[in-house]
């Protein structure tokens, strides 16, 4: 409120009905001397015009009777106009005039006042407003005229003001009354007035009151059209907004506590931050949830700075982000980081508003601890690199390329998914040693630097993971090219295994130890255990791929071999016993004719055809034999190596000797058509090329295996020598080969030149045995 | 405004209504019941400066007299730079003797007068006026009420007859020449008065008193225009009134306000200095006048004894 108004407040009757009357009171009074001032002004103004333009309109007048008596100085006709004036006029006081060279002519019965001789000359050629004096008779304005121009003749008019005066008080006396009777009139009128108007307004400040103390289905029956009828519907309208909007603010209410129960029992933080004042940044108010998560009770909370128990890293954000929210920018959740009480921290999702409490503006923090979340996500990322990266490595590994190859795409994919730079893998070479198999980021050279020396080599031998320093003068990330600006200060080590050996060594470098951490390690262990068995399949592969390559030439030998023994014996039936019948034929066709014709001869004829048929069988025997020997399947192993012996080695002068047990067992079928295969092309070959004297034929028979061994003293080989021009070797060992492996077994060959050929062959027997 | 702005100027207003009662005017506190002067009383009037002083014919009320020359001196002083009075000879005495003995300096006058004061006193005139026709002449008429049956001057005989002053031109110089050019003498009359003005000759002839009078033309074609009076006959055009200077007054300064009369435009720029100069006889302004102009009325006026001796 006004000071003013306050402090006229004061001094003012509390009653509305005393304070209209008091006001209209005031009104008539001020307005009694308004109107008092007013008239006052107005009439004397008037009448002061008035009687100038009267008082001058007959000073002219009489000027201009007189100017010609006083030009002809008739003073006694200016004597009796004077006297007329004045007698006919109450207001004129006096009158004087004079003309040329004569004396003044008046009206006053007893002498010329003195003092009137100071209005002489007149000021002006014409009267004007004349000239005020005060004289014992009152007020008298004296108006004097020149009424002939350049000649010194005057009329002076004396009027007297009494009359303004007079009216003037009669016009007071007359205000006042009416402003007293206006006064009583307006105090009844005023009286009454507030009575019939307040009358409504204190049964509106009843009803007020009710609707205050929660009657809100309070209403005025008051007629509409006036000001107090409006006031009223207003109140009726007021309290039927205020009905509704206390249950809209009840059902609101209900809605929100249920929204911050619920937001408490799912986990919802809730928190008031002061955003203005003294205590800007302090916790107003917290819920149990978001106390809990900072470890706290909610009142230890009420006070605190908010600031204090962010992450220092989150301050800065959290700034941005409230700054954002006053300014109605911001409506997506950001992520903080909050200390609890036990320095543990919790990432939050939070998101905020603007509200009034309390009757300050205060941030509503809404938060959600989101830090299990992030650790799955964060567990879920570490296990996408690593499937990552085991599902690049296995792709590289299930390609059929070399294991080089194998391992250098291994090697770049292991560091892509580690985001490493530098890498390399050790394997181990077939005589023990060491090889740099593939790197990646080492310095030109760096193949050359001693694995061993390094901390790291122990993994070789312990077959343990290791993370290894560069203090080491001999650590391998000397040779390694940093990638600026952080120097590669560490390396880790990870074994590559295979069938439980230790096949090589997996290591990444980089400049920092947090690059290590547990996860990143397990992830390298199992890389690599994924690259040891990428490689063993590797070589797998390459032993089944050289494997397939054998038995497809030895398939395609069989094959042919097939065809030529298919020729063979159809040449051999149709060179020998085809030829052999034939003859047969002829001479039967010879016996048919001679037993018609030459009878004698007859006898003879059989004769030759009988020998002719037993060497036709013999021959027969002989195919058969060579295809395969009855005594392999009549006598067994030991008797058919003995007859081949006999038919491909004594027969031409090698003198053999059996060692072979005398009584043993049948051996199951296919070891002995193996074992006499392998003899027979063993012997094949003494006879075609060893130039031996003496070989010596040994089967010892185990439990578990037998074991063939045929040794010869004939100019022997060299084992690289019997390679054929691809690098394979005789086709002929390689069939010998092939049935010892199809049986599970093993064929050694032992020679060098000119010191024979030791041929062994052992095959397992299983359950096979007789 | 302001609640205390608001306040301020109501009272303001009011405090301006009660104080405005006043007129703030001071009165001067006089006495009228003491220090009486008993007999007669001169009025204190400061000492005139000296000044040329200027008089004139009396032709109308003397009051529009004073008040016409009065405004002609005014003019004068202002256009000369020296200073003019005017001066109004009484009754008992002439405007010709006033000249002639030095008591006036300047004069309007009519031809009778300068007649006179030439005769006198060697008084010359300077200029003479123009009339409403802008001639520097002017003409006396004989007027009868407008239903008589007088038709001509020669009907005059023996009937009554008014004049003008006796030193009028125009009412009573010409027109005895005009009788005496039809052969009539006063002693023809049945009667003759002379009056002081041809606004009483006028009052004389319409109301009935007189048969006939003589009076100026202007003055007669106006009456005979609103059908008061029947004109029996003009005269023939004479010099026309003018001003005259003293014997006393300088020549050179004779000169000097005959060059500033002749500059005179009083139905134009001058109109606003001179007071009802179109009910003089010089309502044009003024020409330059010679004594000679005025030989033929020189000789009736010395004929019928107006220069006497």
Redesign the interface.
């Known amino acids: 409120m006004n000071p003013v108004l306050h402090r006229l407040d004061r001094w003012l009757p509390r009653r509305l009905t005393s304070r209209i009357t008091l006001a209209l009171v005031v009104i008539v009074v001020l307005a009694g001397l308004i109107t008092t001032g007013a008239i006052n002004w107005l009439v004397g103004h008037n009448l002061r015009e008035e009687l100038i333009a009267s008082g001058e309109a007959l000073t002219l007048a009489l000027g201009e009777n007189l100017a010609n008596a006083l030009i002809e100085s008739d003073l006694a006709t200016v004597q009796e106009s004077l006297d007329s004036v004045v007698s006919n006029n109450d207001d004129v006081v006096y009158a004087f005039a004079f003309g040329l060279d004569s004396p003044i002519v008046h009206t006053f019965p007893n002498g010329f006042p003195a003092d009137l001789l100071h209005t002489i000359p007149a000021t002006a050629q014409t009267p004007g407003e004349g000239v005020l004096l005060r004289t014992e008779q009152g007020m008298v304005r004296d108006f004097g005229y020149r009424p002939l121009d350049g000649l010194p003749a005057e009329v002076h008019l004396g009027i007297s003001q009494a009359r303004i005066g007079r009216v003037q008080a009669q016009v007071t006396s007359f205000v006042f009354i009416l402003t007293v009777a206006g006064c009583l009139a307006a105090a009844v009128v005023a009286y009454g007035f507030s009575r019939m108007v307040t009358f409504p307004l204190v049964e509106l400040t009843r009803r007020v009151k009710r609707l205050g103390s929660g009657h809100l289905d309070e209403r005025i029956d008051l007629p509409p059209g006036d000001e107090v009828g409006d006031l009223a519907a207003a109140f009726n309208h007021m309290a039927a907004d205020i009905q509704t909007a206390i249950h809209q603010l009840q059902v609101s209410e209900a809605g929100y506590r249920d929204l911050l129960t619920a937001a408490g029992t799912v986990g919802e933080g809730i928190a008031l931050i002061c955003d203005e004042g003294e205590n800007e940044g302090t916790f107003l108010f917290v819920n149990e949830a978001f106390a809990h998560l900072a470890g706290f009770q909610p009142a230890d909370l009420v006070g605190v700075n908010a600031a204090s128990i962010l992450h220092p890293d989150s301050l800065a954000a959290a700034r941005r982000n409230w700054q954002a929210i006053r300014a109605g920018n911001s409506r997506s959740p950001y992520e903080l980081t909050l200390i609890d009480r036990h320095n543990q921290p919790h990432i939050l999702e939070t998101t905020g508003t603007i509200i009034e409490y309390q009757g300050k503006r205060a941030l509503v923090w809404f938060t959600r601890d989101i830090s299990e979340r992030k650790a799955r996500e964060k567990e879920l990322r570490r296990r996408n690199r690593e499937l990552t990266a085991l599902n690049a490595v296995a792709s590289a590994a299930s390609e059929p390329l070399p294991p080089d190859e194998i391992l250098n795409r291994a090697l770049h994919q292991v560091l892509t998914a580690l985001d490493l730079e530098t890498g390399w893998i050790f394997i181990r070479t077939g005589d023990g040693d060491t090889k740099l198999a593939a790197s990646h980021g080492l310095a030109a050279g760096g193949a050359t630097f001693a694995f061993p020396d390094c901390a790291c080599g122990q993994v070789l031998t312990e077959g343990n993971p290791a993370v290894v320093t560069a203090a080491n003068p001999n650590c391998v990330v000397r040779y390694a090219s940093a990638i600026p600006p952080q120097p590669l200060a560490y390396h880790a080590t990870v074994p590559l295994k295979a069938r439980g050996q230790t096949v090589g060594a997996l290591s990444v470098a980089a400049g920092s130890l947090k690059a290590f951490d547990e996860a990143e390690m397990a992830l390298l262990a199992t890389v690599g255990q994924q690259i040891g068995v990428a490689l063993e399949n590797a070589r797998l592969w390459e032993e089944v791929r050289q494997r397939e390559q054998v038995r497809g030439e030895l398939l395609k030998r069989i094959i042919s071999a097939q065809e030529e023994e298919r020729r063979c014996i159809a040449r051999e039936l149709h060179d020998g016993i085809g030829q052999s019948l034939n003859a047969l034929v002829f001479g039967l066709n010879t016996v048919d004719a001679s037993l018609q014709q030459k009878s004698e001869q007859v006898p003879t004829q059989i004769a030759r055809l009988k020998i002719s048929a037993s060497d036709t069988v013999k021959e027969l025997q002989n195919i058969i034999y060579d295809l395969r020997p009855s005594l392999l399947d009549d006598l067994g192993l030991v008797m058919a190596l003995r007859w081949y012996a006999q038919e491909r080695l004594q027969a031409h002068g090698v003198q053999v000797t059996f060692d072979v047990p005398q009584q043993g067992p049948r051996l199951p079928q296919q070891i002995e058509t193996a074992l006499f295969r392998i003899g027979q092309e063993a012997m094949t070959n003494i006879g075609k090329h060893a130039q031996a004297r003496h070989v010596t034929i040994s089967l010892q028979i185990g439990p578990e295996d037998v074991r063939l061994e045929i040794t010869d003293d004939g100019v022997g080989f060299a084992l690289n020598a019997l390679a054929g021009q691809d690098g394979r070797p005789a086709w002929g060992l390689l069939g010998m080969q092939e049935r010892a492996n199809l049986l599970g077994g093993e064929l050694a060959i032992e020679s060098e030149p000119g010191q024979g050929v030791r041929l062994s062959v052992t095959l397992p027997l299983g359950d096979n045995t007789g | 405004m ?3 702005c608001k ?1 301020s100027l109501f009272f303001c ?2 405090l301006f ?2 104080l ?2 006043c ?1 703030g ?14 007999g ?7 000492a ?1 400066p000296a000044a040329w002083q200027f008089g004139f014919d009396r032709r109308l ?3 529009e007299d ?2 016409q ?3 002609l ?2 003019w004068l002083q202002g256009q000369t730079g020296l200073p003019f ?2 001066y ?1 000879s ?2 008992s005495s002439s405007v010709v003797d006033d000249l002639c003995a030095g008591r006036i300096d300047f004069a309007a006058v009519g031809t009778v007068s300068y007649l006179q004061a030439h005769h006198l006193c060697n008084a010359h005139i300077l200029v003479r006026g123009l009339n409403a026709q802008n001639e520097d002449v002017y003409r006396a008429a004989i007027i009868v009420p407008a239903n008589s049956p007088l038709q001509t001057l020669t009907d005059l005989r023996g009937h009554t007859f008014a004049f003008g002053a006796p030193n009028s031109t125009q009412g009573h110089l010409i027109p005895r020449l005009m009788l005496q050019q039809a052969g009539l003498t006063l002693g023809d009359l049945l009667s003759h008065t002379f009056t002081n003005s041809h606004a009483a000759t006028a009052n004389a002839v319409t109301s009935g008193r007189y048969d006939a009078g003589a009076l100026q033309d202007t003055l007669a074609e106006d009456l005979a225009a609103r059908g008061l009076v029947r004109i029996l006959a003009f005269s023939n055009p004479y010099p026309a009134s003018g001003i005259v200077a003293g014997p006393d007054v300088p020549s050179k300064t004779a000169e000097m306000v005959q060059q500033a009369l002749l500059t005179l435009d009083p139905a134009g720029a001058d109109a606003g200095a001179l ?1 009802h100069w179109e009910r003089t006889e010089m309502p044009q302004g003024f020409v330059p006048a010679r004594d000679e102009d005025y030989e033929e009325l020189r000789r009736i006026a010395r004929d019928i004894g107006l220069l006497e001796p």
């Open positions: 302001g609640l205390k306040l207003i009011v209504l009660l405005a009662a007129t005017e001071q009165p001067a506190s006089v006495s009228l019941s003491q220090n009486l002067l008993a007669e009383v001169q009025p204190p009037l400061p005139e009320e003397p009051k004073v008040r020359i009065a405004s001196a005014n009075k005017v109004y009484i009754s007071y």
